[in-house]
């Protein structure tokens, strides 16, 4: 374990300290937290990554969940300012990429998508993230064409009373200043984990030394109540929150909050029996409440914010809010060459404004699905991966006194043969898969006009789902 890290580049400089008080630190998960990786050879197949989010990166990413991810290949940005931009992968993004934390997902608000799912999430108090590349896994929710990021903060493990942790400093140009903490403390029976972390930069000046719009201040806190009876069991409470402001260049309004809750709730148990090997369910509660405004963060009107700024000469304000609840539960089961892992997934979020002081409702989407995949080892060399993944979406609209709703049956699957070959550190796949996916809000509610040109967003005529259809040979 490296005692502590520098890296200059540019104006970058950053520490990392490790803390350990364990007499012995076993580490029983390959991904215990203080490993660092980088972004490596698949760790179960040649479709998933796996990268610690705590290895410094360089450049230095932004705040946020999506710069983070420009640090991976394949993954490029729709900028919004100095922080909070929308990832995009292998072209997608939006709803067709699936970001989870703690298998829970976090929808934002912003109808001008301010706070994309990736800028509620500061990347270094995870442990883990995992990339599916394309729609080549079903255990994680409908649609994911794109593919499907997971953040995880993994139990801590000890093996006898002890504190252990990471903290760690960033101080950088433009003023930027991030603090981490991630600290848990434990014994055998269980464990208490504290995660916090601020981060602040200023705007950057351009080539003719004018300010651009840009900065940001943000803070997330995190704390997780873990109960393991045994080395088989887990039980986990996790609460959070967090907020943050940012001003943006490109827009007619800045980020003046970005207030953050979430509740999480997770159970496992693992080597239950000879074909019932595991089971694991968990649930999740995400609140997102931003506000947007022209005056908190500029002068309302202003033209002059790097001659970008679209000017409003009216102080205006907008407030919205999310959400999102759901949950899953999931069986693995074990038999000669097979694994089968099957189980059910929910999710229900409703969307509002604050309009006269009232919360309006506009949207609610509900999804229930099922989902099963069957892995094969055929032989040392050879692996067939199968899915298949039915879901029953729904949305209802409550911005027209008829009140329409939508809903689709949407199915998914996909098929993969590995190879490896026997004399090399060398795997050759074939993968095709299909999926569905229903419009988000972004897509119905918040254009101007609905599909076609229609000024509903719910037309009931028009076709569901939008298809996504994926092959690849390596
Ligand atoms: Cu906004």
């Not at 896994?137 to 093996?159: D, H, I, K, Y």
Request: with cysteine; hydrophobic share 35%; charged share 20%.
């Amino acid at each position: 374990m490296k005692k502590t890290k520098m890296l200059t580049t540019s104006l970058a400089v950053m520490c990392t300290l490790p803390l350990q008080t364990t007499a012995s630190a076993e580490k029983t998960h390959p991904h215990d937290e203080g490993d660092v990786m980088t972004v490596t050879a698949p760790v179960y197949s040649p479709l998933t990554i796996a990268t610690s989010p705590k290895t410094p990166r360089q450049p230095v990413p932004a705040s946020d969940g999506s710069d983070y991810l420009k640090t991976i290949p394949g993954f490029s940005q729709i900028r919004n300012g100095g922080t909070n931009g929308d990832p995009v992968f292998r072209g997608m993004f939006g709803s067709r990429l699936r970001l989870l934390t703690n298998d829970g997902e976090m929808l934002g608000a912003c109808p001008a998508r301010m706070d994309a799912p990736s800028s509620y999430i500061s990347p270094e108090s995870y442990d883990v993230l995992t990339l599916i590349k394309g729609p080549q896994s079903v255990l994680w929710g409908p649609g994911n064409s794109a593919g499907t990021l997971r953040f995880e903060r993994l139990p801590p493990q000890f093996t006898q009373a002890g504190v252990k942790g990471n903290v760690s400093l960033l101080a950088a140009s433009n003023r930027r200043w991030d603090k981490n903490a991630d600290i848990s403390v434990g014994n055998e029976q269980g464990y208490l984990r504290l995660t916090g972390n601020t981060s602040r930069a200023n705007d950057y000046k351009d080539g003719d030394n004018r300010r651009v719009p840009s900065k940001w201040d943000k803070w997330n806190s995190d704390i997780a109540l873990g109960w393991t009876p045994d080395k088989d069991t887990l039980l986990e409470l996790s609460a959070g929150k967090g907020d943050g402001e940012a001003r943006y260049a490109g827009r007619g309004m800045d980020g003046s909050q970005f207030k953050r809750e979430s509740l999480g709730l997770r159970f496992e148990k693992s080597n239950i029996g000879p074909l019932l090997d595991k089971f694991e369910a968990s649930a999740y509660y995400n609140y997102a409440d931003h506000v947007m405004d022209n005056f908190s963060l500029r002068t309302p009107g202003s033209m002059s914010m790097g001659g970008m700024g679209m000017g409003m000469s009216m102080p205006m304000a907008m407030r919205l809010d999310r959400r999102t609840v759901g949950g899953r539960m999931m069986t693995t089961w074990l038999w000669q060459d097979y694994q089968l892992q099957t189980g059910a997934d929910t999710q229900l979020n409703t969307h509002r404004s604050l309009d006269n002081g009232r919360w309006d409702k506009d949207a609610r989407f509900d999804n229930y699905g099922l989902f099963g995949e069957l892995t094969w080892e055929a032989s040392a060399q050879n692996k067939v991966i199968v899915g298949t993944r039915l879901d029953r979406a729904q949305v209802d609209n409550f911005t027209t006194a008829e009140q329409p709703s939508r809903s689709a049956t949407l199915p998914a699957g996909f098929l993969r043969v590995e190879h490896s070959v026997a004399s090399l550190p060398l795997m050759v796949y074939a993968g095709v898969g299909y999926t569905t996916r229903f419009p988000d809000y972004w897509e119905l509610f918040s254009p101007t006009y609905g599909p076609g040109g229609s000024a509903s967003a719910v037309p009931g005529a028009i076709a569901a789902t939008i298809d996504t259809f994926s092959a690849s040979i390596r």
